[in-house]
């Protein structure tokens, strides 16, 4: 006898059809973060704010995170990240590199080495950053709308099917696929609520938010999507995403959904 388990079970998929944003001249904005990686404190060495009047001076659209546009703030993909590297200097010299990165950490563009052998920290800094920001002064930007960027979300309904084998007795006469028993399972999808006193605070970062509770601990990093209110968990399978002013957490398995209502404020 054959037994046919159908299992059909409820999830959500994000569908992805990219094309390839190669160019800068695919993107609206830039953001500056309020201070880079090596940098001991906000604006160290003026350095953010000269980024930013250097970017919006030759042609671009430069905002600092606490300043971004409505429409970028709703679609961060719009907007390139401007970090800057001091990796590559040493005790002779001091060397800044400038990259721009999309919504998913991707890097699309990188500048050359901007160098200067001054000894003032704060004139050493601003000298690199400006020999450094000529790759993107010579560079001909003009925004170009991508317009095969596309991702929707939506909620579908997959099913699996296991079947298994019985070992049939010789002697016995296999009945017909007609007669064969079939069950059909659905998977439990279980649904919790945080306690509304567990508020997670969404803080911007490079390619999405951190959720940050009250200890303050990062509980959760989530990366933009194109679909608007659509978040994915890193390192989870899941995504977070807002139905009806209520934010879901949604995590398949491969056997079960579990979904969970999360208390963020951005």
Not at 61 to 80: N, T
Not at 103 to 108: F, I, K
């Amino acid at each position: 006898m054959f037994k046919k388990i159908v299992l059909t079970f409820a999830f959500a998929v994000i569908y992805m059809s990219t094309f390839a944003q190669n160019s800068i001249n695919n993107y609206k904005y830039i953001i500056i973060p309020n201070a880079f990686e090596f940098s001991k404190s906000d604006d160290q060495y003026q350095l953010n704010s000269l980024a930013k009047f250097l970017f919006n001076k030759y042609g671009y659209e430069a905002y600092f995170l606490d300043e971004l546009p409505e429409d970028l703030k709703k679609e961060r993909c719009l907007g390139l990240v401007a970090e800057v590297s001091n990796d590559k200097s040493n005790m002779f010299s001091t060397k800044l590199e400038i990259s721009l990165k999309d919504c998913y950490d991707q890097v699309v563009m990188t500048s050359e080495l901007g160098e200067s052998r001054l000894k003032e920290f704060d004139k050493a800094y601003n000298l690199a950053l400006r020999g450094a920001f000529e790759t993107f002064q010579n560079f001909d930007y003009a925004y170009v709308k991508a317009s095969n960027n596309t991702m929707d979300a939506e909620m579908v309904t997959a099913e699996v099917e296991l079947v298994s084998t019985e070992a049939l007795s010789s002697e016995k006469k296999v009945e017909p696929e007609t007669t064969a028993e079939t069950k059909v399972a659905t998977a439990k999808v279980d649904v919790a609520t945080d306690n509304t006193t567990n508020l997670f605070y969404a803080q911007a970062v490079s390619g999405g938010y951190q959720l940050v509770n009250s200890e303050p601990k990062v509980v959760m990093v989530l990366w933009v999507t194109d679909a608007k209110d659509v978040f994915l968990v890193k390192g989870k399978n899941a995504i977070v995403f807002n139905k009806n002013g209520t934010w879901v957490y949604s995590e398949n398995d491969g056997k079960t959904v579990t979904n969970k209502v999360l208390n963020i404020k951005f």
